[in-house]
C-alpha cells in the first residue's frame, strides 16, 4: 500500500504498474486511449492490459482493438520507440482484446476466460459509458448501472486485486450552484426533496414499461419503443432532479459502487469536460465532439450564427492526458486500501477557471489570423456569432424567426389543399428537434456550479516537486495558460481531428 505522505513521484508511480494486469473497460473511447497508450509507454514492463471491448469473438475483438486503439496516431511516440515490427509485437505481447460487454453477467465472457482473469488482475478501470445524454433509459441503466453491479460481481472473484477504478463525471452532482464537493451518491439519495430512489424499482419500471408498448403491438414497434424508452429517460431524470439521463444514470452507477465493492479499495474520478491532450504524446489530439466545440465548429462552417451561451460564465474543462495522469495517481496512492472509497474532482473550476469567453475569444482570434477557404479557394469570411445568456431569450428569438413563419406556412397550406405539406412537416420536424436539443442542453450551457478538489488537490500535494515541462503525470490545472492552449493547442486539434 502507498501512504498519501508526500511520498508519490514518476518514477514510483511508473514502477508501481510493473509487473502488474490491469482489466480495462472502455478503452476505444477517448480517455480510455490515452489511459493504456499512457500505462504503455511509462511503464513498458506491465505485464499485460486486458481490454474488454463488443465484439463477436477474439479475432473481431483484436481487430477491433488494432483499429479503434493501437492504430491511432496517439501512439506515435510508442511506434517510434519500437519500430513498427517491434510496435506490433509489443502490443501483441501486452494487449489481450476480449469480446465481451459490461451489460452482461461476467462481462459475457466464458468460464475459462473469466477464471484467468481472476487469477490475473491487479487492477480494474472502469471507462464503459453511453455518454448520450439523451439516451434510452433501458440502455443507459444497463451500461452505466449494471455495468458497475457486474463488475463489483466480478472484483470480488479476483484474488489478486488491489484497485477498482471507476470514472463517473463531475456532472453527476447536477444542476446545482456554488461549491460542489468531492462526494459520492449513497443509495437512495436524489437531488429532488421528498424523493427517494430505488434502483431496483426503475429496472422493473423498465421491464413494465416494454411489457406493456409489446401487447399494445401497434404500428413500428421498435420505432415506438425506442422513442419511449428516450422519453422514460428524461422524465424520471427530472422526477429525482437530473437533467438529463446521462448524468442521472452514471450518480446511479456511484451508488451502485458504494453499495458493492465492499473492502475492495474503489477510486472514484469524476471528470467535468475532457478536452484534447495538453502535453504528450501528442497535443490537440481529440476524438468525438464535445458540446462547446460546437461554437469553433460553427465558427470554422461558418454555419452558426447564434449559440446558447453566457460568455461570463465558467465553463469546466481538463484536459484528457491531466485525467489520465490523475487516474495512475490516485491508483498508486491508494492501492490495497480495504474498504477505501474515495472521490476526486478532475476539474478546473475552481483552482483556474476557464470562461466561455476564452473559448469564443480564441476561435475568433485563430480563424481571423488563419481563415477557412471553401471548397473553390476563396477564403470564407469570418462573421460575428450571437449568444444568448438564456433560454427564455433563445425561445423568443426561435418563436419571431421560426415558428411564426411556420404558422403562416401551416396556414398558407391548409388555403391551398395542401400544396406545401411535405415542407411544412420537414421544417416543423426540424424546428421541434432544435427547441428539443435547448431543452436536454441548456441546463448544461448555463452550469453555474464550482467543483471543489480539495482530495485532489491533497493527492497533488502527495507528488515529488517537479516543473510542469518534466512533470511527467502532471494532473494541475493552474499550469494551464487557457487563451494559449485553446489557440495553440484545442483548436488546430479540432480541425485537424475532428473537422479533417
Known sequence: ???????????????????????????????GKILVEKILRVQPDVRKIYLLVRAIDADSAKQRVEAEVTDAELFCLL?????????????????????????????????????????EVDIIVNGAATTNFY???????????????????????????KMLLHVSTAFAAGDREGLIMEKPFKKGETLKEGTYLDIDAELRLVGDVKKELLQDGSGDHDKTERKAMKELGLQRSRHFGWSNTYVFTKAMGEMML??????????????????????????????????????????????LSCFLADLELTMDVIPGDMVANAMMAAMVAHSGEEGAEVMYHTTSSLRNPAPYGVLYESGRRHFYENPRLGKDGRVIPTKEMHFFKTIASFHLYMLV????????????????????????????????????????????????????????????LTMAAASPEEDLFNFDPKTIDWKEYFYKIHIPGILKYVLK
Request: aromatic share 10%; glycine share 8%; proline share 4%.
Open 1 to 31: 500500500m502507498v501512504m498519501m505522505d508526500g511520498s508519490l513521484d514518476a518514477e514510483k508511480i511508473a514502477a508501481y504498474f510493473k509487473g502488474k494486469s490491469i482489466l480495462v473497460t472502455g478503452a476505444t473511447g477517448f480517455l
Open 79 to 119: 511506434r517510434e520507440k519500437h519500430g513498427k515490427g517491434g510496435f506490433e509485437l509489443f502490443v501483441d505481447e501486452k494487449i489481450v482484446p476480449l469480446a465481451g460487454d459490461v451489460i452482461f453477467e461476467n462481462m459475457g465472457l466464458d468460464a475459462p476466460m473469466l477464471e484467468e482473469l481472476a487469477k
Open 135 to 161: 439516451e434510452r433509459y433501458d440502455v443507459a441503466l444497463d451500461v452505466n448501472v449494471m455495468g458497475v453491479k457486474y463488475l463489483c460481481q466480478f472484483a470480488k472473484k479476483c484474488a489478486n486485486l
Open 258 to 303: 458504494g453499495q458493492l465493492h465492499g473492502a475492495i479499495p474503489a477510486v472514484i474520478l469524476r471528470p467535468s469536460i475532457i478536452t484534447s491532450i495538453f502535453r504528450d504524446p501528442v497535443p490537440g489530439w481529440m476524438q468525438g465532439t464535445r458540446t462547446i466545440d460546437s461554437i469553433i465548429i460553427g465558427y470554422a462552417k461558418q454555419n
Open 401 to 460: 424567426k421560426y415558428k411564426l413563419p411556420l404558422e403562416i406556412l401551416h396556414l398558407v397550406n391548409l388555403l391551398l389543399c395542401g400544396l406545401f405539406s411535405q415542407l411544412y412537416e420537414d421544417l416543423n420536424r426540424k424546428y421541434k428537434f432544435v427547441v428539443h436539443l435547448v431543452d436536454v442542453y441548456g441546463p448544461f450551457a448555463f452550469f453555474r456550479g464550482c467543483f471543489d478538489d480539495m482530495n485532489l488537490e491533497r493527492l497533488r
